[in-house]
């Protein structure tokens, strides 16, 4: 089994709280698929922002950059506009979809002593923290989602700021 296949029935819900069956999203072409923690955290907003960056590179190849969350419809929009996103963003309120794709969730891996590393790295990025927006101990991931729930990357970060490099993400599309 590939997480495409763990996630495809899984319901999260867009910008106006209307359920999206995952399995569409990459129906007909494929996905880099973020999870990120919650829409306030600054770790999110770094990794976020590296692969909307690079979204040329990830469109040039045929996929689509979707992000997750775990927070509520109506937080999608902020985070849109601080971070000037123009792409596919969901939430999953339940994390059913975050369970199902093996996401890690604790406070001791918020609280790793290699995450304040992770948060000072993020700041000097010019990253700042908002409000809570979801799960403050859920972590994230990235995959790459292809036609036929077909997974060809797989990053499941092991604490808070533990993200993929964007280019083997890329080279994964």
């Known amino acids: 089994m590939s997480v495409g296949d763990d996630l495809r029935d899984i319901e999260v819900l867009d910008l106006a709280g ?7 999203l990459w129906m007909d072409h494929t996905i880099v698929l ?8 600054m770790l999110c907003r770094e990794q976020v922002t590296a692969l909307h960056d690079s979204l040329p590179s990830i469109r040039r190849n045929g996929a689509e950059l979707v992000v997750v969350g775990s927070g509520q419809p109506e937080q999608i929009s902020d985070f849109r506009e601080q971070l000037g996103l123009n792409i596919p963003i969901y939430v999953d309120p339940e994390r059913r979809a975050y369970d199902a794709a093996g996401l890690k969730r604790g406070l001791w891996l918020t609280f790793k002593p290699r995450t304040w590393g992770n948060w000072l790295r993020a700041y000097r990025q010019g990253m700042r923290q908002g409000s809570l927006q979801g799960d403050n101990w859920q972590q994230g991931g990235v995959f790459v989602i292809r036609p ?10 092991q604490e808070a700021g533990d993200h993929p490099p964007v280019e083997e993400v890329i080279a994964a599309v």
Not at 18 to 24: A, L, Y
Not at 35 to 40: A, D, L, S, Y
Not at 148 to 157: D, K
């Open 18 to 24: 209307r359920p999206m069956r995952m399995g569409h």
């Open 148 to 157: 036929g729930n077909v997974t060809s990357y797989a990053y499941v970060s």
């Open 34 to 41: 973020s999870f990120v923690r919650h829409f306030g955290c």
